[in-house]
């Protein structure tokens, strides 16, 4: 086999396209045998020179992932070069290096790495540009370079002097880190209060790309209080009045409860009393037919009535429309794509769902009746049917919205009063998942111990639980059943 060094020397000496290519086909062969060659490649100008190719992409994977990370002291020269490639793809493969990498590598923890990475954001190409936020978020957690003067202005720069697109990849950064605490959302707070700032544009696109930014903020009680601080709330509720008015603001109705549906899930309350305003935007995109809204919609009434407190608080602030909503969406999931109907779903399983382990709170529980008989009546065929469908997402989804009922009296009799439905949670025979026959004996555990069966019922209920979820009748019970 021709040595690693003779091989790349013929790159220098050939302008053939077709003899460069064949030298690439030789070189790539020569790794497959002796990886440690990878150094002696990539410290090469003339192959680098003539990356330009298919098989010089794949010889550039090859000595990347044959690079030592921990002890190799040439790993930064090696990633700085490659990264200022001319080639896009080029590139690419540094990126990818880098983003596995990182945690591992204490070479590629310099401030070098963060200009290089900065450089990357500005790229047209989304496979550089994109990793390069997560990448810089990483570099920054590490706090000697979050305060370098250095770091700051070249961000700053990137958002002054590039477009859009590129400024809200520094936001996107900057939320990353800010995520990381309070002290980190302080250093941050030269970058957030531009991001907020491009709230008071008038260009809807960018607006709604800095929604699903800041939206990562609200999961944090302390970069909740910080926007609210910063108006950010009340700027957006102001848009929600003006929805009627200006037709351009109802684009913004996706991102708008994306945002809140961040803030519902975690800290529901805060929507409830500080912008009563948002339940009615939340109600008129679940009765409209929207599939787009509904989806963040369905997934925001969800969270908000997961607890207690949201149940508690829908109910007595509209009963009649809460009730309104729930009855629209449960006769129009059938039209509903599969996705949107396990969404709808989840939704109804957050809904009904209490606490097993909690004290029972008398006026939930007569609340998620009421909405029980409005939506289904007295049985669960709607439900049965759902766990029966031969989608494996919506049936699944079905088996968690019966879990939630049936922790209720209501759902326990609704159970004992639909035709078939015991015998078939009964059915071992059934073709389910492994997590719908964990969900399925959790469902039985607990109807065992309830009064709404007859005895006989009962006893069936109790003989499945003490077998366990995992047992397999014999076929000689199976004959027996069957006379």
Not at 204 to 220: P, R
Not at 268 to 289: M, Q, R, S, V
Not at 421 to 443: G, H, M
Request: proline share 2%; net charge negative.
């Amino acid at each position: 086999m021709e040595s690693i060094d003779l091989l790349l020397k013929a790159l220098e000496t050939t302008g053939n396209d077709e003899t460069i290519q064949e030298k690439l086909n030789e070189i790539k062969k020569h790794l497959i045998h002796c990886a440690e060659s990878s150094k002696n490649v990539l410290n090469s100008k003339e192959f680098l020179r003539n990356a330009n190719s298919e098989v010089a992409y794949d010889i550039l994977e090859m000595c990347m992932t044959n690079l030592k990370i921990n002890d190799e002291p040439d790993l930064f020269d090696i990633t700085e070069m490659i990264l200022k490639h001319p080639n896009a793809k080029v590139k690419t493969v540094a990126v990818r290096f880098v983003e596995k990498n990182l945690q591992h590598s204490t070479a590629l923890h310099k401030l070098q790495t963060i200009m290089m990475f900065i450089e990357c954001l500005k790229s047209n190409e989304t496979s550089i540009g994109i990793p390069s936020i997560q990448i810089l978020i990483e570099l920054l957690k590490l706090q000697n370079f979050i305060d370098d003067p250095a770091v700051k202005k070249q961000l700053l720069s990137t958002i002054e002097n590039e477009d859009d697109v590129i400024a809200l990849r520094v936001y996107s950064v900057a939320v990353g880190v800010a995520k990381g605490g309070s002290k980190e959302l302080e250093k941050m707070e030269y970058l957030l209060e531009k991001c907020i700032n491009e709230m008071n544009k008038e260009d809807v696109l960018v607006l709604m790309n800095v929604l699903e930014i800041l939206k990562e903020l609200c999961l944090t009680s302390f970069g909740l209080v910080y926007l609210e601080n910063k108006g950010v709330f009340d700027n957006l509720v102001k848009r929600i009045d003006r929805i009627n008015e200006d037709p351009l603001v109802s684009i913004l109705v996706p991102g708008l409860m994306k945002f809140f549906g961040n803030v519902a899930a975690v800290f529901p309350e805060k929507i409830f009393n500080a912008y009563p305003a948002l339940i009615n935007t939340l109600y008129n995109c679940l009765l409209g037919d929207d599939f787009q809204l509904l989806y963040t919609a369905l997934d925001t009434l969800g969270h908000l009535t997961r607890h207690e407190y949201g149940k508690i608080t829908l109910d007595s602030l509209n009963t009649e429309q809460c009730v309104k909503v729930l009855v629209h969406v449960s006769k129009t999931i059938p039209n509903y794509p599969t996705d949107l109907k396990v969404r709808a779903i989840n939704c109804f399983e957050n809904v009904f769902w209490i606490d097993p382990m909690s004290s029972r709170n008398n006026q939930v529980n007569y609340i998620c009746q009421k909405w029980f008989s409005s939506i289904f009546g007295s049985d669960l065929m709607v439900v049965i049917n759902f766990c029966k469908n031969a989608f494996e997402d919506i049936s699944t989804s079905a088996f968690k919205l019966l879990r939630s009922l049936i922790y209720h009296d209501f759902g326990q009799r609704a159970v004992a009063a639909t035709g078939g439905f015991v015998e078939y949670l009964l059915d071992r025979n059934s073709n389910i998942t492994l997590e719908v026959k964990q969900i399925k004996y959790e469902i039985i555990e607990v109807l065992a111990e309830s009064n709404a069966f007859e005895a006989a019922v009962t006893l069936q209920l109790q003989k499945y639980v003490r077998e366990g979820f995992n047992y397999v009748q014999g076929v000689t019970e199976i004959a027996f059943e069957s006379t």
